[in-house]
């Protein structure tokens, strides 16, 4: 539901809360995936990366120094993923802790606290269902360094927000009006399946970190699709072809 207070608190922000031409600029040129967003896409990405900085707020863990600088380049890939379907798909949680380097969390939280953490990067990130996420500043920028490599914990970590809207983590994200719930389920747990078949035999198309749980397939191939579509189309193009509708096309080959 799109009211027409949130409309004005949202104009509010913008006017209220800019941001800068100047570092907008700096965030942008800093950030080789947005390259090939068209004007008009990276006007909407700046205006969703404002009133996600006016309301999130940032915690620094560890000797982190959380500047402007790190919540813009946080910011502007957080929106990525919902920039075509809508910023109301990241409202609903407050907080972004960053870390300097991979941190540690304890595995039994898992199921108590609905948190998915990621292993493999020991940790690079995290999100919690009832709450909002962690990242590793050190893992943020290796992967702003490689844009398409397929790896981006933010996109990651974002992706499994975007999946918990409608309960825990599972890969079943609420789908679009149009999109089959059965077409769904039946591409994702087909490629599912192949990932861990293939990363059993030692040779998985994408990262094997997929094949683990179907949450972490969304994740993974999310993270594909906007960095490494090519790869993705080639390797499942069942799922590219579903991630393509659920994210209407930001972003894609
Ligand atoms: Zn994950």
């Not at 090519?230 to 930001?250: C, I, K, M, N, S």
Request: negative net charge; glycine residues 8%; proline residues 5%.
């Amino acid at each position: 539901m799109f009211s027409w207070w949130k409309r004005r608190r949202r104009q509010k922000i913008l006017e209220e809360h800019p941001i800068a031409d100047g570092e907008w600029a700096d965030t942008v040129a800093g950030l080789p995936l947005l390259q090939q967003l068209e004007p008009g896409q990276l006007a909407e990405l700046r205006a969703m990366a404002t009133w996600f900085m006016a309301e999130k707020d940032f915690y620094a863990g560890g000797d982190m120094d959380v500047i402007r600088p790190v919540e813009l380049l946080i910011s502007a890939q957080s929106c990525l993923p919902v920039l075509n379907i809508g910023y109301e798909w990241l409202e609903g949680w407050y907080s972004v802790f960053v870390f300097p380097g991979a941190f540690r969390s304890r595995q039994s939280w898992r199921n108590h606290m609905g948190l998915v953490d990621d292993d493999k990067r020991v940790l690079a990130g995290v999100a919690y269902q009832k709450g909002g996420m962690v990242l590793s500043w050190n893992n943020v920028t290796f992967d702003v360094a490689d844009a398409d490599d397929g790896n981006n914990v933010i996109i990651h970590e974002i992706a499994h927000k975007i999946d918990m809207r409608n309960g825990p983590a599972d890969g079943y994200p609420a789908l679009h009006k149009g999109m089959s719930r059965g077409r769904w389920a039946k591409v994702m747990q087909s490629a599912f399946e192949d990932l861990n078949d293939k990363a059993r035999r030692g040779r998985p198309g994408i990262d094997p970190y997929g094949a683990t749980e179907p949450a972490e397939f969304f994740a993974v191939t999310s993270e594909y699709y906007f960095e490494n579509p090519e790869r993705l189309q080639d390797v499942y193009p069942d799922v590219y072809g579903q991630l393509h509708q659920f994210y209407r096309g930001a972003a894609a080959v």
